[in-house]
């Protein structure tokens, strides 16, 4: 299942109705303007983003819906480059014109700015500014508080209008944080945010939104529609996500490879390397959907080979999931006369007995359940083993998709780095009662298949809510 956010970057109309919140993303060049703007529309496609200075150079929109109601556009501008020029200017402005406000004073600049002129990059900027109806104003905390950066805040307060400070690449950088918060607080801006673009935390845009809401109160409702579609939409897309990969642990218990006792090594070496090949193109498979689900790409995420091995399994007859399938209950004479027929087995050491008597009882449950297990009970007749994947490999296969789960929803859409999936993950636990779900798995070998045909079976769906609790356990 694929989820997308609603989004749309263009520059045409939207629907009809009252004004859009127009939000203006301002700041220095290089602090991740752009960025911000990709994590918001949780899209890798927005702008250019690239580690020289002034990448973009135009003001760009995107529109942000809730459902197929727009709710907001955001505005990435450029960079300020010359603060001090814009400044010098605005100065020249004010003595001139001494009846003018603030505001004014950036209108006149704006309408005196011409092409080509050496601001006309800041023109750009100040011209959006005025035009929104708030400013994020996003800084690189690991940047010192230079005097630039100063001057860059007190220009933006000319506009008027309610500055909301976007503090990005906060990681291990705390001290540089208390720094700039305590600048800040020189131009009464107290309502700042960290919200790193490269490590994404969906709380913290749920915030920024809050934020907004506290200093618009004209857009508090449509933005509350925003904030509830998007949580919907962001629980639905990592339930989705914890689905498949439970479906993938799934599949991998259930597959299995013959491979005959007389055989010698060479064919069972084949049957391993099958074995393998089905586990790592199926993890593979699961990765490609999760990427899609996320809206990454094969180059946000390297997945390393996972170390497959594998062991024998032999079909037990009496164990309670297979005579679950065949109908039979523990008070059924059916099942009473097999329990004999096992007993005398143990007593005379074969094995035909107790085979006879639960055939018998099978047998009178009707072709359609006995079809489900005949080829695991004629293997067993003429001595096929089953290889299967062992209990650690498939304890280290769901340990990887923790991992890549972890990562796909802290990941956000402006980082640039390789997520990697190590061969061997970090340690930890796998979900409570895993050996009794990969012997429920084993006895069920049909679930390899298209397990949506299974999602009517309650034990498959209890499996299913226990990896996917699991998998979820604090994420959400």
Not at 41 to 49: A, E, H, M
Not at 77 to 99: C, F, H, M, W
Not at 376 to 389: D, H, N, P, S
Request: with cysteine.
């Amino acid at each position: 299942m694929t989820i997308h956010f609603d989004m749309k970057a263009s520059g045409g109309a939207v629907e009809q109705g009252a004004p859009l919140l127009e939000i203006a993303v301002v700041g220095h060049t290089n602090t991740g303007k752009t960025s911000l703007i990709r994590t918001l529309l949780r899209s890798t496609s927005f702008g250019k983003v690239e580690d020289a200075a002034g990448s973009t150079r135009h003001v760009e929109r995107a529109t942000i819906f809730a459902g197929s109601e727009a709710v907001l556009n955001l505005h990435d501008t450029p960079g300020i480059e010359d603060v001090y020029a814009l400044q010098d200017e605005l100065q020249i402005i004010a003595s001139r014109n001494k009846r003018l406000t603030p505001n004014e004073q950036l209108e006149k600049f704006v309408l005196a700015t011409s092409l080509n002129d050496p601001l006309e990059q800041e023109a750009k900027v100040i011209r959006q500014i005025l035009r929104s109806d708030v400013l994020l104003y996003v800084i690189d905390v690991r940047e010192p508080v230079l005097e630039k950066y100063l001057i860059e805040i007190e220009i933006l307060g000319k506009a008027i209008k309610p500055i909301i400070p976007i503090f990005n690449f906060t990681a291990a950088h705390r001290a540089e944080l208390d720094l700039w918060r305590k600048k800040l607080a020189a131009f009464n801006i107290y309502a700042s945010l960290e919200l790193d673009t490269v490590a994404f935390a969906f709380e913290a845009e749920k915030r920024l939104y809050q934020k907004i809401q506290s200093l618009l109160e004209i857009h508090y409702t449509r933005l509350q529609r925003l904030i509830d579609h998007r949580a919907r939409i962001w629980n639905q897309l990592c339930i989705s996500a914890a689905r498949r990969i439970a479906g993938l642990i799934i599949t991998a218990a259930c597959y299995r490879e013959p491979t005959d006792d007389d055989r010698n090594s060479v064919d069972t070496s084949s049957a391993a390397i099958r074995l393998q090949d089905f586990v790592r193109q199926a993890e593979q498979n699961c990765l490609t959907d999760l990427l899609k689900m996320f809206n990454f790409t094969d180059k946000d995420v390297a997945l390393q080979k996972i170390p497959v091995q594998n062991g024998y399994w032999q079909l037990d007859l009496f164990a309670p999931g297979i005579l679950k399938a065949y109908g039979l209950d523990i008070g059924s004479a059916a099942l009473k006369g097999a329990a004999a027929g096992a007993g005398i087995d143990l007593m005379t050491g074969g094995l035909s007995l107790g085979t006879a008597s639960i055939l018998g009882a099978i047998a009178g449950t009707g072709w359609s359940t006995f079809r489900r297990y005949g080829k695991e009970i004629q293997a067993k007749f003429q001595g096929t083993r089953w290889l299967c994947v062992d209990d650690n490999t498939l304890q280290l296969l769901y340990l990887r998709q923790h991992q890549l789960l972890d990562k796909l929803m802290n990941r956000g859409h402006a980082a640039r780095h390789i997520d990697q999936v190590d061969q061997q993950p970090e340690r930890g636990d796998p979900p409570d009662g895993w050996h009794g779900i990969i012997n429920i798995l084993r006895q069920n070998p049909a679930w390899s298949g298209l397990l949506s045909l299974h999602n009517h079976d309650d034990q498959y769906r209890l499996i299913e809510k226990n990896l996917v609790d699991a998998l979820l356990n604090s994420k959400l």
